[in-house]
């Protein structure tokens, strides 16, 4: 009987025995991982001291860490390591860490932090200028916040897109994103951040010159940013402050605001911001008759700029350089920086980024139409697993092949129509510009100066109206006849009045109501004097005309010219390829495309109409549109 208490004692030890040993191993793996989590930490402290100790012991970390096999902490490190470096500089190695950090948070269902990760990864695309590949991972970043309703990380990821599409000119996305943001953030009542999107949105009507609108947001972004006393956000923000003065004509008020940007940047040695509001000064300045003292702000941002190879900034530092010797006189100098700032500048860059930034957002809404759609499905499902499990197969199966058959279509209609309109607008025939400068250089040798001021003067704002025109869909008839007047002027500059121009303007049109797709009719006269052989013809003319078609209502626009017709350009074995035709082919499958109107066009050799004429005529048809379309 003894033997009974004495073997329940036995047992009794040894199960505690084997529990304690447990849960002694429970704890040392705690004890571990928060560990783990100190060191953590500590990189974070080594980071504010010394950025090498702080990679050293990062990478001893991650060595320990994946030893523990724990993916959220493992994560943790290399996002941590990730941010070290990028701190540093080194973005290779950032976005490595954090493409490391990326599929261990998923392990851990963490969504946040990948969209954290991938706001991060955004962030060094878009300092190391790989726009398209920021605004990707700025709209994977956005589609994690979404699932995880997270509203903070929304409007931070909402006003970074706003800043892409900003920096590439597409101003209505821009504001679109920025308002998404602000109204995020008040209900949020983060002042920092609302200082810093009111400040935007500031800049970015300046930038259309509503100034107005300008004003209030920047005054509100002023009042902001003083509680938070952030010197680099003051500076922005009185610099623009001054554009708008500017813009307002209110020079003395204008100038103020520089000097007062000038001190804080002076204060804050920010050399990379200094040479924008040296020339801004200069500007004022000059208009102001302080022609001195223009030159001597010029003189200090060429300097610097040419110290920290500015480029950018370089480059507009030549042209305000050579338009303020234009009005001193000195036109050889305003010659030689004029070609100075045109030898720094890559036109087609921005067309590209903006071109990419748009196919871009297209896949992105198709995706965010497919995730609604696999949402309602869903839905649908649930609701009616067990009478309509039969119809809901069919139906999914009929939607998947409309869904594959409807993205093949529009794939193949992109593809076809990758000829995207504002970036063939925003492109002037390099071929015509060249000729251009060297009519200009041409005048200057021959120091014909006021001949040479007044081409440059033409072209440049020739230049100028392309560019903004291109910038929209729609723009008025008097607007598209303007820039044809340039073109016509410049063209009669350089060959004399060998060609003759003539304007047959239905007087029922309203030039300023009646909106048109812009740059019609410039490649149509462009190729004409290229290779229509008007010189050799004595009474060469070009006719452009617009009449008012009731009937249909539509504008009936027409480019004719008395040359030896199309018909005979295309026989001569010689003749260089004309884009002009293919040029309007795509735009009008682009524009037929995109609207429920139809715009046609039609090119006839004269000849076809009667044997005694010769020439070539392009007809358009274009619908009425008496609203502005915005792009």
């Known amino acids: 009987m003894r033997k009974i208490p004495v073997l329940i004692l036995f047992c009794f030890i040894l199960s505690y025995n084997v529990i ?63 941010v070290s470096y990028f701190y540093q500089g080194v973005f290779d190695s950032a976005l490595y860490h954090y493409n490391k950090a990326i599929p261990e948070f998923e392990k851990a269902n963490e969504k946040l932090n990948v969209g954290k990760v991938l706001n991060n990864i955004a962030i060094v695309y878009r300092r190391t200028n790989k726009l398209e590949l920021a605004l990707e991972k700025y709209l994977e970043a956005i589609k994690v916040y979404e699932s995880v309703n997270y509203t903070q990380g929304l409007a ?24 998404l943001a602000l109204s995020m953030l008040e209900k949020l009542e983060i002042s920092y951040k609302l200082a810093r999107i009111h400040m935007n949105l500031g800049v970015l009507y300046l930038e259309q010159l509503e100034l107005d609108k300008s004003l209030k947001y920047l005054k509100k972004a002023y009042k902001l940013n003083k509680k938070y006393d952030t010197a680099q956000q003051e500076a922005i923000i009185l610099l623009n402050l001054g ?52 030159l001597v702000k010029l003189q200090a941002s060429e300097e610097i700029c040419l110290e920290y190879k500015l480029a950018d900034d ?59 759609l696999d949402i309602k499905n869903l839905a649908l499902s649930r609701k009616n697993i067990f009478l309509f499990s039969l119809l809901g197969f069919i139906f999914l199966a009929t939607a998947f092949i409309i869904f594959y058959l409807r993205s093949r279509t529009i794939s193949n209609k992109l593809n076809t129509l990758s000829l995207e309109q504002k970036v063939r607008l925003s492109q002037m025939n390099p071929h015509f510009i060249f000729n251009s400068l060297s009519a200009i250089q041409d005048f200057i040798l021959e120091n014909k100066n006021d001949e040479a001021f007044t081409f440059l003067s033409k072209l440049t704002g020739l230049i100028r109206g392309v560019l903004e025109n291109s910038t929209h869909d729609y723009i008025s008839v008097r607007e598209e006849l303007d820039i044809l007047a340039s073109y016509i002027e410049l063209q009669k500059l350089r060959f004399g009045d060998a060609v003759s121009y003539r304007f047959d303007i239905d007087k029922d049109i309203d030039l300023d109501e009646i909106r048109i797709p812009p740059m019609l009719a410039q490649p149509i006269i462009e190729n004409s004097l290229l290779h229509a052989e008007l010189r050799k013809n004595p009474n060469a003319e070009i006719k452009i005309c617009l009449l008012n078609n009731s009937e249909n209502k539509s504008i009936d626009f027409s480019v004719e010219d008395n040359g030896v017709g199309i018909m005979a350009t295309q026989n001569l074995s010689n003749t260089r390829k004309s884009m002009a035709t293919q040029i309007l082919k795509d735009r009008v499958r682009i524009y037929n495309y995109y609207s429920k109107n139809g715009l046609s066009f039609e090119v006839i050799d004269l000849k076809t109409l009667n044997d005694d004429l010769h020439g070539t005529r392009v007809c358009f048809s274009i619908p009425i549109q008496k609203h502005y379309s915005a792009n």
């Open 156 to 179: 931070g990821a909402y006003s970074n897109v706003g800043s892409l599409y900003h920096s590439v000119e597409g101003y209505a996305k821009a504001e679109r994103f920025y308002l």
């Open 20 to 82: 304690g040993s447990s849960f002694l191993q429970d704890a040392e793996v705690d004890t571990n991982l928060n560990h783990i989590r100190d060191l953590i930490k500590r990189m974070v402290v080594l980071r504010d001291s010394s950025f090498n100790e702080s990679i050293k012991f990062g990478e001893k970390t991650i060595a320990l860490v994946k030893e523990s096999g724990e993916p959220s902490i493992t994560a943790l490190a290399y996002k941590t390591q990730g």
């Open 243 to 294: 554009q708008v003065a500017f813009y307002k004509q209110e020079y003395d008020k204008a100038l103020n605001y520089y000097h007062d940007c000038e001190v804080v940047r002076e204060e804050l040695n920010d050399y990379w911001g200094l040479p924008k509001i040296y020339v801004y000064t200069a500007q004022c300045l000059a208009i102001t008759g302080k022609y001195k003292e223009a």
């Open 314 to 372: 370089l480059a507009d530092t030549y042209l305000h350089k050579s338009i303020l010797f234009e009005t001193l006189k000195d036109s050889e100098q305003a010659f030689i920086y004029y070609k100075k700032g045109d030898n720094l500048r890559d036109s087609l860059e921005l067309s590209n980024r903006s071109k990419k930034l748009d196919e871009l957002e297209i896949k992105h809404s198709l995706n965010l139409k497919e995730k609604e």
